[in-house]
């Protein structure tokens, strides 16, 4: 391992990492993604009136799905078996969409990065669906808000008045 990252091995090599003697346990994490928009275009897409159809629907199978995906778009990421994956979406103000994804397995590996994959595709599939009306959307605060279960034990982000 070089300088504490797992993902590089003595010659600072990418490898994946062996888990074959991690512990089983119950892994969660839950991560989040902002979009910043006009306030019409949050507007629009709370309220299922976009003309490619039910944004929220559509960015919420996006989100399952590409948490599925994980390891084919992340090179180190081992594939896991996800038992549950939800994305909660919401309006956060007139101008802003706040996303969450949450992510469990019971396994020898974290769920973090499902977490954070699945909300980025949301997000990125609100953008896609709501663009013809705001092509100024910006897709910000992409991060893991909690984790929990394995050796590194829970984690719960600070909100930005603690940092």
């Known amino acids: 391992m070089t300088g504490g990252l797992t993902h590089l091995n003595a010659k600072g090599e990418a490898h994946i990492v062996d888990i074959g003697d991690k512990a089983v346990t119950q892994r969660r994490a839950v991560a989040q993604a902002r979009i910043n928009a006009l306030p019409a275009t949050v507007t629009a897409i709370m309220g299922g009136a976009l003309k490619k159809g039910d944004a929220l629907a559509v960015a919420r199978v996006a989100g399952i799905m590409a948490a599925k995906k994980t390891s084919d778009l992340i090179p180190l990421c081992h594939p896991i078996p996800l038992t549950k994956v939800s994305v909660d979406i919401e309006a956060d103000g007139e101008t802003t969409i706040l996303i969450h994804a949450t992510a ?56 930005l008045s603690e940092k």
Request: proline share 2%; charged share 20%; aromatic share 4%.
């Open 104 to 159: 469990q397995t019971t396994g020898q590996t974290g769920v973090e990065m499902e977490a954070l994959v699945a909300a980025s595709a949301t997000a990125l599939t609100l953008y896609d669906m709501a663009k013809a009306i705001d092509r100024a959307m910006t897709i910000t605060d992409i991060c893991v808000l909690e984790k929990s279960g394995g050796k590194s034990g829970d984690f719960t982000r600070p909100s």
